[in-house]
């Protein structure tokens, strides 16, 4: 027994020594397990417009209790449930008073908009999503108020205003006509012949604010130590880029210090930032905050599906999560397919079914934190202006109870537009593929919190990786093309021992002489345990 104790205490020191030079030298970052807070944030997250979800009061507008009422739609809290879509995490668009319908001009960062309801309504919401063990990221634009906050009117009135600071003014050395990021006019006369100009980076209606008054930093740390208070288990940090447009180091230091604070409030609290750039751009913000959204591998995904081919989507995700784990071991990527600003993944991929059920088998295979755009899982269209992209989501064929009325949807419209209802009835269904493969990833560990590595098939058509975990490893295989191909996988390789997940029949996979031969119909996917 004794030799036994020895052998054990003399194992756990040199595990010891393995992790500290593991995390000392970058080594083997992406091999360590995340610790208990990043743990708790892992999971399939949703991203939801309020207005375009579910009508609780009948005025056409989407509201809080809407998402309440649909709740069980997205995860019931019940594990094994075969109806829920099964997601961890609902991310909700701006719900703070603002004159716009996208609500990313906040008038009030203490309250809701009205049209969608009242602060106790929140409450509630963050309450029954909880129950189902549910988190409930709240969308916030910091970057910049509407011009008609009370803050900023004041600043205007008077000169002498506490809230004057809040903003950035011109003076007489700047160069009124300075152009920004895309060609934009910056500064804005506050109204005609005033000379009191202004700086809105995105929008005369939305004046930036001025972090570098520390009474700026103090008040935005309360509105999301307050939001948590309230219910909320994080934050997507809308335009995080550009609270110091083109300086990182600036940003990178307030988004950490708003973390920390945070902290105090919820250890667990999870940060996810739009910082719409190259890996290599977004890597540093990884000091501060658990994620930031995959821009480029959104790309990568919809581009290897549309055409049919490898285009070295492993390799590259590889790549980003490399330089994301030199600076943040614990970081989450934050995989997606499309979201609220670009034309709806359905759009890109031309309607095809096949080719959307195969964006979703590669989104929900990734590592990281996937995300789900609203109606994306029942194959809605979307492009042009903002509002054709987030129109109403479709619970039924035609009208019924709750479908939200606000837009009049030009893409989702007519009675073979698709639909909950309708998917609902079919086992084959986008809904239904969706469904299945998020309930399958949670069952993995491998999947929801392993690393990843490129599985090269000697086949272009066939896009191959593992994930892998200390306890489980997962091969998975998508056959991106429209034709039939039949591979053999060496089992010194991967030695795989049952099929995990499949589109298709398991009479497709043989076995023998140390290989698995495995054909894969058109637009299928196989994961191997």
Known sequence: MLKKLRALKFLSFILTLTLVFSFATGAFAKDVSPNLATQSNLGVYYELYVNSFYDSNNDGHGDLNGVTEKLNYLNDGHKNSQTDLGVNAIWLMPIFPSPSYHKYDTTDYYNVDPQYGTLQDFRNLAKEAHKRGVKVILDIALNHTSNQNPWFQSAVKDKNSPYRDYYIWANQ?????????WGQQLWHETYPGSGDYYYALFDPAMPD?????????????????????????GFRLDAAMHIYTGDTDKNVAWWDEFDQALKTVDQNVYLVGEVWDRPNNIAPYYQALNSSFNFDLAGKILDAVQNGEDNGLAAFEMSTLSQYQSVNPDAIDAPFLTNHDQERTMSVLNGNVDKA??????????????????????????????????????????DGEGQTTWETPQYNVGPNAVSVEAEDQDPNSLLNHYRELIHVRESSPALVSGNIQDFQTGDSRILGYTRNDQKDSVLVLNNLSDQTVT???????????????????????????????????????????
């Open 487 to 529: 591979i053999s996988v060496n089992e010194q390789e991967f030695k795989t021992h049952k099929v995990l997940y499949t589109t298709f029949s398991h009479k497709n996979v043989t076995r023998g002489h140390g290989k698995v031969e495995i054909t894969l119909p058109a637009f299928s996917t196989i994961m191997l345990k």
């Open 209 to 233: 604010l001025n972090y570098d008054n520390p009474k700026v930093r103090e008040e935005v740390i309360n509105i999301g130590k307050f939001w948590l208070k309230q219910g909320a288990d």
């Open 357 to 398: 059920k195969m964006a979703a088998s590669i989104l929900l295979t990734m590592p990281g934190n996937p995300y789900i755009y609203y109606g994306e899982e029942i194959g809605m269209l979307g492009d042009g202006p903002d509002p054709l992209k987030r129109e109403p989501f479709r619970w039924y064929p035609g």
């Open 173 to 181: 050395n700047t160069d009124l006509n300075e152009k920004g990021p």
